[in-house]
């Protein structure tokens, strides 16, 4: 069973942004596991507790996913938070239900949803004891499998290639049916995959191909799907990478609600944006704006051969918007290695993105604020950036609003060769 840590030496956070001499202090809501701001969570015997994702829940509770390692191999560990930073004691075990294949190996959980009646969908990926197989989970509101869906609550897909086949994304569509995005191994190479199931867990035969599109980019480069979003006529936009002639880039797909490549978006259906330099860029998060724009966050490679940060925003027919950032793209990379996995926006049209950055010479969890137009927001933290390095070294993943307008984001930090699960609010400036 997990536990609960706070440490904190002062009921405020201190750090270091920018010169040596300039003290800021974070927004940290400290009604929050009153009165640190934050949440610590370390599962006995583990030295691997990672929150990869979240989804809220009407009533305001958070559910985190990701995995801990307390038996030696990766479970799927999923928490439930009341509003105020404590575990939720009628969900699961003590807060928190834990998920292991048969087969003993390592398995993993990369995304989380909300149905309409509050059920909560999780994929990732189960070992199957040879390689690993797309995995999607089904809890009832309390925690318990929903044993009408799939097997027990249990769906895995594998691919026709050996190898690794994830599921990243997971989303509901108004009708109930699920869509989940990943990658699968196809002959010799990975191919971007979105997979959809009817409510009661089956591979939805009106879908693409039986229930399974894969991007087939006519070649060996391997392709993945990181994020998916719905625009307002349900069609199915999935983001990540995808290599083409040798170059990494990141892709933009839209499919039609029967799973086929809408040909009126991009080129034949996808949209692939490519860096200034050679070298791997990813789209980690996609969502649509209230205007119809989509955002992509994700990674570009830089000319020392690191990470920068991209924001990218397309017009919906898959066109750039050049009027966003630079030429349609906003960027973050000044300190050596930056990378982003989640992506919101304020109510006013601010996008916030969870990440990492080195700020001292330590990769340290982040938040970075950009305008609407794509420029970086002063008015957020200390020159559009919020770092947590005195709490611990790692990376934020996931980014949401909660019910009351405040900021929650979730990660992990490492201490003394141990992650432990982070999860904290801020209040929004």
Known sequence: MGI??????????????????????????????????Y??????NANQDRNLEMAIQQDGKILLSGYTNDTKQKDILVIR?????????????????????????????????????????????EHNGQDSDILLLRYKSDGTPDTSFGDNGTITYAGLGSGTDSGRGVIVQSDGKIVVCGEVNVSSHKELAVLRFTSDGTLDADFASNGVFLLDNQGEGDSYGFSLALDQDENILTAGGSATEGKEGICLVRLN?????????????????????E?????????????????????????SGSF???????????????????????RFGHSGYDYAWGQTSMPDGRIIIAGTSLVNGFESPVLMG????????????EDGMISFETIGFGPLYAVNIDNEGK?????????DEVDLGLYLRINAE
Request: net charge negative.
């Open 370 to 381: 950009f305008t609407e137009e794509g420029k970086p927001d002063i008015s957020f933290g």
């Open 81 to 125: 938070y009341l509003s105020d930073g404590t575990p939720d004691p009628l969900f699961g075990n003590g807060g928190q239900i834990l998920y292991s294949g048969g087969a003993g190996k390592d398995d993993y959980a990369f995304g989380i949803a909300l149905d309409s009646i509050e059920n909560i969908l999780v994929t990732g990926r």
């Open 279 to 303: 070298g791997l860029e990813y789209g980690n998060w996609v969502s649509i704006t209230p205007e119809s724009k989509i955002l992509v966050t994700g990674v570009e490679t830089d000319s």
């Open 39 to 44: 949440v610590l969570w370390h599962t006995p």
């Open 407 to 415: 900021i929650l984001t979730c990660g992990y930090i490492t201490e």
């Open 257 to 277: 609600n029967n799973g086929t490549l809408d040909k009126t978006f991009g080129v034949n259906g996808i949209a692939l944006w490519n860096g200034f330099e």
């Open 308 to 330: 920068n940060i991209v924001i990218l925003r397309y017009n919906s027919d898959g066109t750039i918007d050049r009027a966003f950032g630079d030429e349609g793209a906003a």
């Open 4 to 37: 609960i840590a706070g440490i904190i030496l002062t009921s405020f956070i201190l750090f270091t942004a920018g010169s040596a001499d300039e003290i800021y202090t974070p927004p940290l809501d400290l009604s929050f596991n009153s009165p640190n701001g």
